[in-house]
């Protein structure tokens, strides 16, 4: 008898490895407000992702939302129907007007030739995502964002570790922000950070996380609570120690789903690229008109073998009720998304899955024969 097949699993280091940090702070006594582990995470993991500026955050959404203060952003934000509603969600938590741009039929991120079409007086910023860490068109959304004089924010939830060419991907545009969620490459229970090049930047979204305290007797502005506490640090501390072979884990399990698709009529795999090192945080197929089974019958016939598959990104977040009223999440302003989240799978992968599991799963895609 086999369990049930998430599509992800948390990865959780040896717990007995924990204890020694537990053990510090309960006799420090020191559980938040920028702790020794938290301190300690912060330049680790700066240095893990080969960036200069980072602030730890409680969790991603939080990050954004006040990424989005720190650089003061107003009026409409450019960004993807194709992503976690926590995208969107963080412009109407800023009173930002969300403006959805369609996106690319091969990177399913934002299609920056489509970007300068949405662009109004009132547009102030461009908010991207690396969707399942696929990098964006950066060089092109830069180049509108510095002729338009518009904010380049990256959602890089799925962007840990993501390099091009060598070089990280979190160093594009004015910032990034990251998720540590349980379900993310890289936890913290729940977690997350603001990326950037600048040191003053970093001091005013430090301010922002702690409810706009500059110092004991000034508030700079109404800040929030987005403080990361001493034992999510702590765990992303140990985590670090694991992380390399966390995500070679997933390319193993890539590669054989590579090579167990890549001649299956109808099933469309996202191109894998040489120059990059992926963080392999998703294993998402297009399940395409030759195969004899829809993706949602795929998804069906999948939970019947306790394989839980998911469908991310469907519906699109222009789709749900506090979207879809606007111009801009009319069907026919995003035809390629609307097409990708209705043959997007994504297969389970994470660090535990065992290969017994797997084979299941792709015999379980290659068996769709037996189903007429
Ligand atoms: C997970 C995720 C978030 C939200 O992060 P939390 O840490 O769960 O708040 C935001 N954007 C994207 C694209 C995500 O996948």
């Known amino acids: 008898m086999m369990s049930k097949i998430f599509v992800t699993q948390p990865f959780l280091p040896p717990l007995e490895e924990f204890m020694p ?25 700066a240095d893990y992702l080969g960036v200069s500026q980072l602030s730890l955050f409680t969790n991603g959404t939080i990050a954004l939302i006040t990424a989005l203060q720190a650089l003061r952003i107003t009026g409409e934000v450019i960004t993807t129907p194709y992503t976690f509603v926590a995208t969107a969600h963080s412009l109407i938590w800023n009173k930002n007007n969300p403006v959805f741009v369609d996106i690319d039929p091969t990177t399913f991120n934002i299609d920056p030739n489509k970007v300068e079409a949405a662009i109004t007086p009132q ?68 977690g997350g950070a603001i990326v950037c090049n600048d040191e003053k930047l970093k001091q005013r979204i430090d301010y922002l996380k702690n409810f706009g305290f500059a110092d004991e007797v000034t508030v700079m502005a109404p800040g929030i609570n987005g403080k990361m506490n001493e034992f999510q640090a702590a765990l992303g501390l140990l985590q670090l120690d694991y992380i390399d072979q966390c995500i070679a ?39 395409e008109e030759d195969y ?25 977040v222009s789709d749900f009720p506090m979207y879809r009223g606007l111009p801009s999440a009319a069907e026919n302003n995003l035809q390629v998304a609307k097409q990708v989240s209705e043959q997007i799978l994504c297969l389970p992968i994470y660090p535990d899955l065992s290969e017994e599991s797997q084979l299941k799963i792709i015999h379980n895609i290659h068996k769709k024969k037996d189903w007429f």
Do not use: M
């Open 123 to 190: 547009t102030s910023a461009i908010l991207a995502v690396h969707v399942y860490g696929t990098p964006c068109d950066t060089e092109k959304l830069q180049q509108i964002a510095d002729v338009y004089g518009l904010k380049l924010i990256y959602d890089a939830a799925h962007a840990f570790g993501v390099r091009q060419n060598g070089n990280t991907v979190l160093n594009h545009g004015d910032l990034s922000i990251l998720s540590f969620h349980a379900t993310k490459v890289y936890n913290t229970f729940e």
């Open 249 to 287: 884990a997933r390319q193993t399990l890539a590669n054989r789903y590579r090579r167990a698709f890549k001649d299956l009529p109808g099933i469309r795999l996202l191109p894998s690229h040489t120059e990059r090192e992926e963080n392999y945080s998703y294993f998402p197929i297009l399940i």
């Open 21 to 45: 940090y537990l053990e510090r702070i309960w006799q420090e006594k020191w559980l938040t407000n920028n702790g020794t582990f938290h301190r300690q995470l912060e330049t680790k993991l």
């Open 292 to 316: 004899p089974i829809s993706r949602n019958q795929l998804y069906s016939k999948l939970r019947e073998q306790d394989i839980y598959a998911r469908r991310y990104f469907y519906p699109l």
